[in-house]
Nanobody, 123 residues
Framework: QVQLVESGGGLVQAGGSLRLSCAAS????????MAWFRQPPGKDREFVAG????????YYADSVKGRFTISRDNAKNSVYLQMNMLKPEDTAVYSC????????????????WGQGTQVTVSS
């Protein structure tokens, strides 16, 4: 069982930045693909960004490319999401997830989830 705990959410003005962190309860090195998803108010959960076991391969939703960066530190069992140039439409609950399928972007492809952290971007 993998427990994931997110932190770093908050309220920010449009154009600002936030850095989300996800701490895993177990060693994630060479075991899990990690990803960030988000769920905007009244909408379905959507994929944001993913990173492979090594950290060298990353992939993003078109809506965040060039603005968000996913990274991981396996020594700290942590994954991060640096969010720049934030927009009001980025407002959502952001959750990290762990799975075993390389390149996965569907929520059903991930096995473990955190509780989420709220990100609110004001205009």
């Amino acid at each position: 069982q993998v427990q994931l705990v997110e932190s770093g959410g908050g309220l920010v003005q449009a154009g600002g930045s936030l850095r989300l962190s996800c701490a895993a309860s177990v060693r994630t090195t060479s075991r899990y693909v990690m990803a960030w998803f988000r769920q905007p108010p009244g909408k379905d959960r959507e994929f944001v960004a993913g990173i492979d076991w090594s950290g060298y391969s990353t992939y993003y939703a078109d809506s965040v490319k060039g603005r968000f960066t996913i990274s991981r530190d396996n020594a700290k069992n942590s994954v991060y999401l640096q969010m720049n140039m934030l927009k009001p439409e980025d407002t959502a609950v952001y959750s990290c997830a762990a799975g075993r399928i390389a390149g996965a972007s569907g929520p059903y492809e991930y096995d473990f989830w955190g509780q989420g952290t709220q990100v609110t971007v004001s205009s």
